[in-house]
């Protein structure tokens, strides 16, 4: 199964929006409303922001928000902040439970 | 609180093995599947096995079948991961995480590090 692709790096000012792209193919990506997005820091372990596309677990803040389109999935981080520059992977259902994660893209605050 | 901690990873000699651990607590085990998760240094994550609430299915990552076990203990709150046969391309970070839904991962452990290497 291989990596989802995301693009290594994205940037924005505060208060801008970033969108990151996760792209796999209709086996998994665009076969099922079940991708998740996470944030890490460096050294820490991953955090779950949005999970079957566009669901947000407690505590995340509405700033992100995910959707999908094909077999394209894309996460928004709105009014970016400094404590939102980190890592971000998608991750996808890829059928006969299997799960595939993206190759990652560094979101810097400008 | 929920909270997940493993342990049991260090240094091991290719060809070797090692069993993770992960103590869970702050919520209902035996109500989750549970994974665990690897990220090689400096690498992006991929997931490596999963196990069903009561242990009767358990997947794996092509890579690592035959190598390796997951299994869990719900009277003890734990999961395991049993590493045999060992390779350099196994080293990384394990994270044992909590199943929310296919392919998301609600709640991680802080990971322990396995090098493998002579």
Redesign the interface.
Known sequence: QSALTQPPSASGSPGQSVTISCTGTSSDVGGYNYVSWYQQHPGKAPKLMIYEVSKRPSGVPDRFSGSKSGNTASLTVSGLQAEDEADYYCSSYAGSNNFVFGTGTKVTVL | EVQLVESGGGLVQPGGSLRLSCAASGFTFSSYWMSW?RQAPGK????VA?IKQDGS?K?Y??SVKGRFTISRDNAKNSLYLQMNSLRAEDTAVY?CARD???????Y????TLVTVSS
Request: proline share 5%.
């Open positions: 998760v992006g994550l991929e997931w999963n299915e997947y990552v092509d994270y929310l839904s296919p392919a998301s991962f609600d991680w452990g802080q990971g």
